[in-house]
């Protein structure tokens, strides 16, 4: 009898702990993107559906992705017909849109478009705008320039695009870049560069003289009064994948100046896990937490194959984001506050 009983607390002690904890990674995918809506209290992440299509999924748990909606399809030919990469879902100035790339199929014809809800359903159907204008010149369409990994920057009651994009068009060398917007669908003014590649080899595809800078993925973390901006850098299909970090420390976001890099990686590869980058960052169901999600390689071997990994970070007492370093997959983590 007292055996059974013992054996009954360990069965309930485990399912408790199962309950209260998670093991990354949450599922196979790349280019995660996850933002909170308060409205419905629920966790909406935007994925690309095989490159030719956007799908939304709810769910009211961080660590669990959810209901699945296809909310779009690509055209079967035209400028946005293949290639639909790391789509983002914004809600700005009342309607919720998604920020994507989209190609005709060849790469070097990447362009930044954005969809609009057609209704106040964020798992609605969406009508493609754009594209958005990432060029040189007064309007930004002298002429449109090849841009991928578009997302919002609020700062100071002022809306901002930020992207990576090539210096010229037939070049494949990745700037993050600026520029101010007229509303959430139409940028107002030329680019700015803000992060070139020309300081640090740790920033590029090989760290010597000949390897190929590569800056994407721009993602806004705002907290204790401050602004900063993580980007992915180095090569995407390689382990040396890993986070840089920019902070604005001047008062005009389309100042170059107003703009200080980190003179070391802000999240890096370590040997249970790697390739880690193109990171998103979004808070606890209560608010309490921060947390970090990013995808991760599934081998060490050149390729695309990788799985999302979320974990939280915290901040120093400066306000300074320290991410800490990957999580080794497998081990159990406490859930997000508030689940």
Excluded at 38 to 59: H, T
Excluded at 80 to 102: D, N, T, V
Excluded at 285 to 309: A, C, F, L
Aim: proline share 7%; net charge neutral; aromatic share 12%.
């Amino acid at each position: 009898m007292l055996k059974r009983i013992m054996l009954g607390v360990i069965c309930s002690v485990g399912s408790l702990m199962a309950q209260q904890t998670f093991v990354n990674p949450l599922f196979g995918g790349a280019d995660p993107w996850v933002v909170r809506d308060e409205a419905s209290k629920s966790y909406l992440w935007c994925f690309s559906e095989n490159d030719l299509g956007i799908a939304l999924y709810r769910s009211k748990n961080l660590t669990e992705r959810g209901e699945k909606t296809v909310v779009w399809r690509a055209p079967k030919e035209g400028p946005y017909s293949q290639q639909i990469w790391a789509p983002e879902l914004h809600f700005a100035e009342g309607r919720w849109h998604i920020y994507m790339a989209g190609s005709d199929g060849k790469n070097e014809n990447h362009l930044a478009y954005v969809l609009r809800a057609k209704t106040d359903d964020v798992m609605g159907e969406y009508e493609v705008l754009g594209p958005m204008a990432t060029g040189d010149g007064k309007d930004g369409r002298s002429p449109l320039v090849w841009a991928i990994d578009m997302t919002l920057l609020h700062h100071d009651q002022k809306l901002y695009a930020l992207w990576s994009g090539w210096d010229r068009p037939g070049t494949d060398r990745q700037f993050l870049y600026i520029a101010p917007m007229k509303s959430a669908t139409e940028l107002s003014g030329p680019r700015v560069l803000i992060c070139d590649h020309s300081e640090y080899p740790w920033e590029r595809t090989e760290e010597g003289p000949h390897g190929r800078g590569l800056n994407e993925g721009p993602q806004v973390v705002q907290a204790h009064g401050r602004t900063f901006v993580f980007y992915s850098c180095a090569a995407s299909w390689l382990p040396s994948y890993k986070l840089g970090m920019l902070e604005i420390v001047g008062k005009n976001p389309l100042d170059p100046k107003s703009w200080k890099k980190s003179v070391r990686p802000a999240f890096e590869s370590v040997e249970h896990t790697y390739g880690v980058g193109h990171s998103c960052f979004v808070q606890s169901p209560d608010g309490r937490e921060w947390w970090h999600i990013y995808h991760s390689k599934q081998s060490r071997e050149p390729g695309w194959n990788r799985d999302v990994m979320i974990q939280p970070f915290t901040f120093d007492q400066s306000g300074m984001p320290q991410l800490g370093t990957p999580v080794k997959r497998g081990v159990p983590l406490p859930r997000p506050s508030g689940e």
